[in-house]
Every structure is written in structure tokens, then in C-alpha cells.
């Protein structure tokens, strides 16, 4: 693999995942809204402004990345907040489809002309999207959200498999970063697993649902 972008870069697991492939001697084009310290001393190709809910991302997009060609997408910016059906903030909702849901199918869209045969989108959904792991109920906008952008990782898996463009479905495991209050296993340790996946991919695999842990997940 030469090169990978990686949305949501600036922190948690995007940061992390841009860390590891940079070890490994890829080159990342890291995307944020703004760049933290932390980033900017990687050695990533650092892309701003790239706000995944925002319409006008593809231009942005394309106007960063060019004609080069990518082999690695990581659609992994996303936002979790919580509903309950008591308080049901139809408004934030909203905002979790633009940015869990929207954000992954436009930042894919934009960047088609630069994958190829043997590239891979990972898709950084959750179980939480799952139907069959949902037993405790509760947060309406985010479980719909990442519902919703498993059935694009689907849909995309269908539409790119003549191009020999691949697409995974990974839910990280619940990670110590700022969205779970820093809660759950390392960023490193989540990463490690989601690079593991991407290395076992293969294209009977496109479309599939797996835990970073190795473990394939009920939809
Ligand atoms: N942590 C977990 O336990 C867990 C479990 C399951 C799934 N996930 C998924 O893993 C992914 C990464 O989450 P994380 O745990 O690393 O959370 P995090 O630390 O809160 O990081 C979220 C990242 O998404 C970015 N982001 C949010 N809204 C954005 C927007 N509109 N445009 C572009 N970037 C945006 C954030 O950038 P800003 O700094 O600009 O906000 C940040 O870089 C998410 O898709 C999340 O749903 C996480």
C-alpha cells in the first residue's frame, strides 16, 4: 500500500491510524476540520477544512488529492450524541446522518477517480448500527446514522465490485477517546485490529461487517 486518507485525522482513532500506516511507510493524507499539535507533527500530508457534513467537501477534496491515486480510504470521522425517545433533538439527529451517514458517501464520491483496482474503502461504522446487537435501545440519531452508512457500505461493496474496488465495514470496539469519555481499550490497540482487517481483506470480503478484534458482526 503507498498511500491512504484518512478523514477525521486530527485525534482518537483517525490520529492513531494515521500514526500506524505512517510506520508502516504510507503515505497518509490526513483530513481534518483543523489540525491539532498532535497531527501536525506527524509526517501526514495535512488537508484542513474538510468538514465530511458539509455539501461542499468533494471540491475541497478533489482539489487537494488531485489526479494521484489512493489504495486505502478510511471514511472515519463521525460524531455520537444521545437521544432518548424522551428527548428526542430531531435537529441532532439530523446532524448525525450529515456527518455518520452523508459524510462517508461524500468523501467517497469525491474521491472515485482515485481509486482503483485492489483499493479498498474501510468504512469506521459501529455496533451500534447493528440490529442484532441492539438490546439496550436508546440513541435514535447515532444508531441510525451508522445503520444507514452500513447499508451504503453495501450498496458501495455492489457497485465497486466490477471495478475491483473493495469495501469493508469495521466497527473499532469501544476505544478510550474523547466520544466515550475515554472509556475502552487503547487507540492503539483499536487501530492495530483495524489495520488487521484491512490486511485480511479480500474481495469475497467486500460488503462485510467486522469487529477490529477479528470477529465478523451481525447486521
Ligand atoms: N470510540 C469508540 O468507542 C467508537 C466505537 C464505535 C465506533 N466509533 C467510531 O469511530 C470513529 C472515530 O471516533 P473516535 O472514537 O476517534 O472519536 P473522536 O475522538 O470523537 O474523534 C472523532 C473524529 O471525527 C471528526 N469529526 C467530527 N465531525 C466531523 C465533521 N463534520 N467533519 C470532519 N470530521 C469530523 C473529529 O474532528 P473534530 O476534532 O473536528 O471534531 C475527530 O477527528 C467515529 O466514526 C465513531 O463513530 C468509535
Known sequence: MK???????NR???????????????AVVATCRSASPELEVTDAEVVSGI????DGVDRKLVHALGDRPLDLLVNNAGILTRESIEDLDLDRIRRQ???NSLGPLRVTRALLPNLHRGSLIAIVTSLMGSMADNSSGGRYGYRMSKAAVNAAGVSLSHDLRERGIGVLILHPGMVATEMT???GISVEQSA???????????PQRTGTFWHADGRPLPW
Open 3 to 9: 498511500r491512504a486518507l484518512i478523514t477525521g485525522a
Open 12 to 26: 482518537g482513532i483517525g490520529l492513531e491510524l494515521t500514526r500506524q500506516l505512517l510506520g508502516r511507510g504510507v
Open 51 to 54: 468538514d465530511v457534513g458539509d
Open 97 to 99: 446522518f450529515e456527518i
Open 181 to 183: 469519555g475515554g472509556r
Open 192 to 202: 492495530n485490529g483495524l489495520l488487521a482487517r484491512i490486511d485480511a481483506f479480500r
